[in-house]
Nanobody, 128 residues
Framework: QVQLVNSGGGLVQPGGSLRLSCAAS????????IGWFRQAPGQEREGVSC????????????????RFTISRDNAKNTVYLQMNSLKPEDTNVYWCAASRTYYC?????????????WGQGTRVTVSS
């Protein structure tokens, strides 16, 4: 059974850091593009980052570029999202998701429809 488990969310002050985890079971993360998404109340789900299978090429939304880093630990079958210099506007629920493709799509990695399997989400709150 394919399962993605998100963890690592919490409350952090502006300028702080968090690392989110996306642990997979039932399949090998390295064989699929894995994305991170977030959604604030009343807004559409936003693609934050994507990491391709194999070579691990990465993509980022402009809003997080230079602050967030996506990575993968194949031994642990886990993808991470390291979030630094957090801002109040980063407050959201964050999900990881597995695509049906090997590579992050250069034409639409940010689109939720590109992904088949989703974690349960983890809440990040950036506030003083």
């Amino acid at each position: 059974q394919v399962q993605l488990v998100n963890s690592g969310g919490g409350l952090v002050q502006p300028g702080g850091s968090l690392r989110l985890s996306c642990a997979a079971s039932g399949f090998t993360l390295d064989n699929y593009a894995i994305g991170w998404f977030r959604q604030a109340p009343g807004q559409e789900r936003e693609g934050v980052s994507c990491i391709s299978g194999g070579d691990g090429s990465t993509y980022y939304a402009d809003s997080v570029k230079g602050r967030f880093t996506i990575s993968r630990d194949n031994a642990k079958n886990t993808v991470y999202l390291q979030m630094n210099s957090l801002k109040p506007e980063d407050t959201n629920v964050y999900w990881c998701a597995a695509s049906r493709t090997y590579y992050c799509s250069g034409y639409g990695w940010w689109a939720p429809a590109e992904y088949d399997d989703w974690g349960q989400g983890t809440r990040v709150t950036v506030s003083s």
